[in-house]
């Protein structure tokens, strides 16, 4: 099983430490990057991974395992938050909202093969919808339905369930198309999170451990009553072990700084959870596996 893990792990944090170096020396810009990834390669990856999805009520539990999955550590944060006098809007939402595109992906479609990637990108449309309206709804205090459905991977979302529900079949060179397209999305994600690892400080040090291991209390929760009352299959079973504990997202620190809401102890939590899953993946890998 070792060389099973090391075999999934090894391309996804290759790319990652290629990423770093990328950063550490190059030092480029990755914003507008990053913006042309979530604007144009990852809603490709999204519709044309939605499009060709079954969809019916077998879905549904895979559904209600992801919304178990955000809205459980966002509950278990209310009293931890109260406890600890910690500001609740700063130390929610990097349990709430992990890294279900960049690093999720990868692992899920390198950990389970292709047959995974429809459901890791169901996850991740999810979580990333939920993130931009009711994630928005708890730092800001205008409407963010208006900004939600302006978002590409918004869009592309609907225009997939349109299509997919509708039965109208997708012109294949069209189609062809928005696949090659969506192919860029990955990697992109991985050099971006090893670039942002240049970030990494010191300081930040005790507040990423703390928030790890609060992401790794509140998913365990999480995935216990996915495991105990979410009737899945092996696969889906086996990538919830992996979605419920996974590190912080990017995208909590962009909304923090946004919101001016304890921006840089936000980047801790990002930076170092990221960090920390090095060590964690490959124990949550075996425990995922082991369920098989």
């Given at each position: 099983m070792l060389e099973q893990i090391v075999g999934i792990l090894f391309p996804v944090f290759t790319l990652v430490l290629i990423g770093f170096a990328v950063g550490r020396w190059l030092k480029p810009d990755f914003r507008p990057i990053n913006r042309?990834?979530?604007d144009a390669f990852t809603p490709a990856l999204v519709f044309s991974s939605l499009v060709a999805m079954p969809l019916d009520v077998e879905q549904l539990p895979l559904l209600y395992a992801s919304l178990i999955a955000v809205f459980i550590p966002g509950i278990l944060m209310i009293p931890v938050c109260r406890f600890s006098k910690l500001n609740y809007k700063a130390w929610a939402p990097p349990q709430m909202f992990r890294?279900?595109?960049n690093l999720a992906i990868p692992l899920f479609t390198y950990a389970f093969g292709d047959s995974a990637l429809a459901p890791a990108v169901l996850l991740f449309v999810v979580s990333a919808c939920v993130h931009s309206s009711l994630g928005l709804a708890m730092l800001s205090n205008g409407n963010p339905f208006k900004q939600m459905i302006k978002m590409p991977i918004f869009i592309a979302t609907c225009a997939a369930l349109l299509v997919n529900i509708s039965g109208v079949g997708v012109?294949?060179?069209l189609y062809d198309a928005t696949a090659l397209l969506g192919q860029a999305a990955v990697p992109v994600m991985l050099l971006s999170l090893g670039a942002q690892m240049c970030h990494l400080r010191l300081e930040g040090l005790k507040i990423g451990l703390v928030c790890t291991c609060q992401s790794l209390a509140t998913g365990a929760v999480a995935f216990s009553?996915?495991?105990?009352?979410?009737?899945?299959?092996t696969l889906e079973l086996q990538m919830m072990v992996l979605f419920t504990m996974l590190?912080?997202?990017v995208m909590n620190y962009l909304y923090a700084e946004r919101?001016?809401?304890e921006p840089n102890n936000v980047a801790s939590m990002v930076l170092f959870g990221n960090f920390f899953s090095i060590f964690a993946l490959p124990l949550l890998l075996m425990f995922s596996l082991s369920l098989a």
């Open positions: 042309i990834n979530m890294n279900s595109g012109w294949k060179p009553l996915i495991y105990f009352f979410v009737p899945l299959p590190p912080p997202a919101f001016v809401v």
